[in-house]
């Protein structure tokens, strides 16, 4: 719940003061109920508090505990206080006010570095040891919470943002190029192999599900979480399976409603947020309090080009959810004059690097600004659960099934799923074969060639294509693996959570509040780890855990529906025809820079440009051309406003 700050002097040396106020002078543009420090000699501490949780208010941040010679500042909420005060047998007495920087102090006094494994929640945290006189800090498993910091043989200095740090003398502003390399050649949406750098030279980040220690001048990086499930849990019915998900899921949710502030909601037509919404509003009822809910919506003059199954307007199923469960107090938001196009530059102050997720950065950042408004301290959303609690993807696991020759159980669900969504068995079953054998029966290619944003000149100096290639991934094509393969990659390889969590830290300290995803607890992430892939597709249903643990907390519309599924960002092409002219213009602008030649394929920005000039179509907004001129110019303003 805060913006936090340091300085470590290797050498013991005293730190200059006005090192100290520059590093928290460059979080002052940060909302804080309260700013703090604490130092000695050669060490220090700053925070800009945001007070978010009951515990949290008028806490100390930095905190001295002088009794166990331990100095902590955190920007943190632990989830699992509950849990925590059991096992480390704190007295009950001590329980509602401790603050969740007490809490990590009493967990690391008793299992050192390995306390973040048993930590939950949203955190990163910096601990002075003084017995040990060395640096111990952590980033929670998802790394919901940026940590970045500086290593020389002088000094370790870290904070929540990169501004800060470029304040100090010692840490000068180059971009780091292989970073832009990997940036520019990667053709997914996260942005580099590596899950410890960042766009400036010598300014690190701490990777998700890491500690780091620092002593004697030396650094020492630890993955702290791995999701490796070594036992199954099996029970004997389907009951069994969907209580226990109920428990371990509300008990999420309830520990991210915990606020001082109202408590808000990112509310689409689906089961990811529908959940999380019905699970909340169901326990603000019992407080006397009401769910804030925010949906995107596009303009009114904005016509449906996607397919039937495919809508832009989920308003339908967005009202009846909302009405179905009531204890709402809704929000349809439509952004009017508000575009990828006119969101870059804030989103390049807020973000402080280059990014690609420009489709939703209008109405992503639009409802932070709405809920901040509405006093909410705590928003609600469920991004994680296509990973999680809406796990369940029929083709995927139709093609297990046929693989392992379980026969009668296939035949079964393909019967079910067939009456369900009313299309014929044979068309399904095609698809289940090309996805099952695709060299056999696949008549189209999977892979699809991506234009190189790249200069090859560039991409051969940094050797990026050998990196990526070594990784894995082929710079110029975008396979699509199958489900299976795509969740244990997102769980294995740390890297594709960067950028989630880099968004919630620095909007939730532009806005002051907390993005919170109930799907994304670390305790339900394991639970749908564990259980049988069963549990996700049954009876001709996908996702089939989350729709039968929603009954009477969902309307039927929206529970069982398989038809019809949201896309988001289809209008985002749409809504920049308006300023079109001043798009092409600062493209053809960006291609005659010397700077932008010395990093970009300006040939293929040129062909492209050509190709969209004349006649944008909202069609065209998942087009690979429109992305990388979008991408061209998010980069262009970066280089030239930023170094």
């Known amino acids: 719940m805060s913006a936090i700050a340091g300085i470590h002097s290797i050498k013991s040396n005293k730190i200059p003061v006005d090192h100290c106020v520059d590093l928290m002078e460059g979080l002052s543009h940060f909302p804080a109920d309260d700013v703090q420090s604490w130092h000695i000699e050669n060490v220090f501490f700053g925070c800009y508090s945001q007070w978010i949780t009951p515990e949290s208010v008028g806490e100390q941040n930095p905190l001295n505990h002088s009794e166990m010679k331990l ?12 849990e925590l005060f059991e096992r480390l047998q704190i007295p009950q007495y001590k329980r509602n006010k401790m603050t ?21 929640g949203d955190f990163a945290f910096i601990i002075w040891d003084k017995e040990r006189n060395q ?20 000094y370790f200095a870290f904070c929540t943002t990169l501004k ?9 502003r180059i971009l780091n190029e292989s970073w832009l390399a990997e940036y520019l050649a990667i053709p997914g949406m996260y942005e580099t192999v590596e899950a410890n750098t960042t766009v400036y030279q010598g300014i690190m980040q701490l990777p998700p599900s890491h500690s780091l220690i620092v002593k004697n001048g030396q650094i020492k990086l630890v993955r702290f979480n791995k999701f490796d499930v070594q036992e199954k849990i099996i029970f004997k019915t389907n009951e069994d399976y969907e209580e226990a998900f109920k428990e371990i899921f509300q008990t999420a949710v309830n520990s ?3 606020t001082t502030r109202n408590v808000g909601a990112q509310l689409s037509g689906g089961l990811d947020s529908g ?6 509003a169901r326990e603000l009822r019992k407080q006397g309090r009401k769910l804030h809910t925010y949906s995107y919506i596009p303009p009114s003059d904005f016509k449906q080009w996607t397919p039937k199954h495919r809508i832009a307007d989920e308003s339908p199923y967005i009202q009846s959810t909302v009405q179905f469960i009531g204890n709402i107090e809704d929000n349809y938001l439509a952004f009017i004059n508000k575009s990828p196009y006119t969101e870059i530059d804030t989103w390049l102050e807020t973000y402080e690097m280059p990014y690609k997720f420009f489709h939703n950065s209008f109405w992503v950042r639009g409802i932070y600004e709405k809920a901040s408004q509405d006093g909410v301290g705590a928003l609600l959303n469920g991004a994680r659960g296509n990973w999680s609690v809406s796990w369940g993807p029929y083709l995927d696991y139709q093609t297990l099934l046929l693989k392992q020759r379980k ?3 296939f035949y079964k669900e393909l019967n079910a799923y067939s009456k369900n969504i009313g299309v014929k068995k044979s068309r399904i079953f095609s698809k289940i074969l090309n996805k099952a054998y695709p060299t056999m029966f696949s008549k189209h290619n999977l892979s699809y060639k991506i234009p190189s944003l790249i200069n090859q000149d560039f991409a051969n100096r940094t050797g990026v294509i050998e990196k990526l290639i070594s990784n894995g991934i082929e710079h110029d094509e975008y396979n699509t693996p199958n489900a299976y393969e795509a969740r244990k990659k997102c769980f294995e390889q740390v890297t594709f959570w960067n950028s989630n969590g880099t968004v919630n830290t620095k909007l939730s300290l532009r806005y002051k509040l ?60 749409f809504r920049m025809i308006p300023s079109w002219k001043d798009f092409i213009c600062e493209l053809e602008m960006l291609i005659k820079d010397p700077l932008i030649k010395e990093y970009l394929n300006t040939e293929t920005i040129i062909q492209t440009t050509a190709n969209l000039k004349n006649n944008p179509r909202p069609e065209q907004v998942f087009d690979l051309d429109f992305a990388l001129l979008m991408r061209s110019i998010i980069t262009y303003r970066f280089l030239k406003n930023y170094l």
């Open 407 to 409: 026969y009668l159980l």
């Open 514 to 573: 907390w993005n919170r995803d109930p799907t994304n607890d670390l305790r339900v992430i394991k639970f749908c780890l564990s259980i049988p892939e069963g549990q996700f597709v049954q009876d001709g249903f996908d996702r089939s855990l989350i729709r039968r643990a929603t009954k009477g907390i969902l309307p039927d519309k929206v529970r069982l529906n398989q038809l019809v599924r949201g896309i988001q960002g289809s209008d985002s092409l």
């Open 100 to 120: 969740d920087n007490e809490l990590i102090l009493e967990a690391y006094k008793k299992w050192r570095e390995d306390s973040p494994k048993y930590l939950v």
């Open 256 to 258: 991210r409603v915990r």
């Open 164 to 172: 800060p740090l470029l304040t100090l003398p010692y840490i000068t």
């Open 71 to 82: 100095v902590i500042t955190a920007d943190a909420i632990i989830d699992n206080r509950i």
């Open 275 to 280: 959940s999380v919404v019905g699970y909340a």
């Open 135 to 154: 640096i111990f800090g952590a980033r929670d498993f998802s790394g919901t919470r940026t940590l970045y910091y500086f290593l020389n043989s002088d």
